[in-house]
T-cell receptor, first 116, second 114 residues
Framework: GNSVTQMEGPVTLSEEAFLTINCTYT??????LFWYVQYPGEGLQLLLK?????DKGSNKGFEATYRKETTSFHLEKGSVQVSDSAVYFCALSAKYSGGGADGLTFGKGTHLIIQP | GAGVSQSPSNKVTEKGKDVELRCDPI?????LYWYRQSLGQGLEFLIY????????KSGLPSDRFSAERTGGSVSTLTIQRTQQEDSAVYLC????????????FGPGTRLTVL
């Protein structure tokens, strides 16, 4: 079946540090890949996505590149801010790539804490 | 409304009771999804509706769980004879079309079974 693996944390960084959150996946077919973010007290929001190999998704200074050869979709940001503190979820959708699933498959989430 | 809404926001119930959780998707969105978020299992996909039809119910955890959608809009997730392991946050999401990549999530219903 499909699965997503990501570091669970918590990951604690100082403001302006470089961020990497690793995400690897297992899926049949050619899934679409996503990063969702959950800020404290709020619902899940789509942060960025990539739908095919070598695509780069980007938003709010965050980037992730779809690497089919390593089945990875690592999230990066060059300089984090306190306001980036949240839980980040890597996810995949294999619905229309032969994978058979209808919903998103999520990783367990990475709790990111940015200290001033 | 502007976003996906869910009610109630919190529900505390006693073991063995039935509960109904409601989801109002974004107006015009044809696809609706239910997920469960719990400490032990993370985020699990439960069921998906295209219009009023759920093509695959195999993601529901047990036969105590059922879901329906009426008028291509509101959906209800019902849990019968609740158990303590049902305690979780139940999330609803919607997308304009089933093929759309982006799902918009509601704030969730936190269910606590005593």
């Amino acid at each position: 079946g499909n699965s997503v693996t990501q570091m669970e944390g918590p990951v604690t960084l100082s403001e302006e540090a470089f961020l990497t959150i690793n995400c690897t996946y297992t899926a049949t077919g050619y899934p679409s890949l996503f990063w969702y973010v959950q800020y404290p007290g709020e619902g899940l929001q789509l942060l960025l996505k990539a739908t095919k190999a070598d695509d780069k998704g980007s938003n709010k200074g965050f980037e992730a590149t779809y690497r089919k050869e390593t089945t990875s979709f690592h999230l990066e940001k060059g300089s984090v801010q306190v306001s980036d503190s949240a839980v980040y979820f890597c996810a995949l959708s294999a619905k229309y790539s032969g994978g058979g699933a209808d919903g998103l498959t999520f990783g367990k989430g990475t709790h990111l804490i940015i200290q001033p | 409304g502007a976003g996906v809404s869910q009610s109630p926001s919190n529900k505390v119930t006693e073991k063995g009771k039935d509960v109904e959780l409601r989801c109002d998707p974004i107006s015009g969105h044809t696809a609706l999804y239910w997920y469960r978020q719990s400490l032990g299992q993370g985020l699990e996909f439960l069921i998906y509706f295209q219009g009023n039809s759920a093509p695959d119910k195999s993601g529901l955890p047990s036969d105590r769980f059922s879901a329906e959608r009426t008028g291509g809009s509101v959906s209800t997730l019902t849990i019968q004879r609740t158990q303590q392991e049902d305690s979780a946050v139940y999330l609803c999401a919607s997308s304009l079309f089933a093929r759309d990549d982006e799902q918009f999530f509601g704030p969730g219903t936190r269910l606590t079974v005593l």
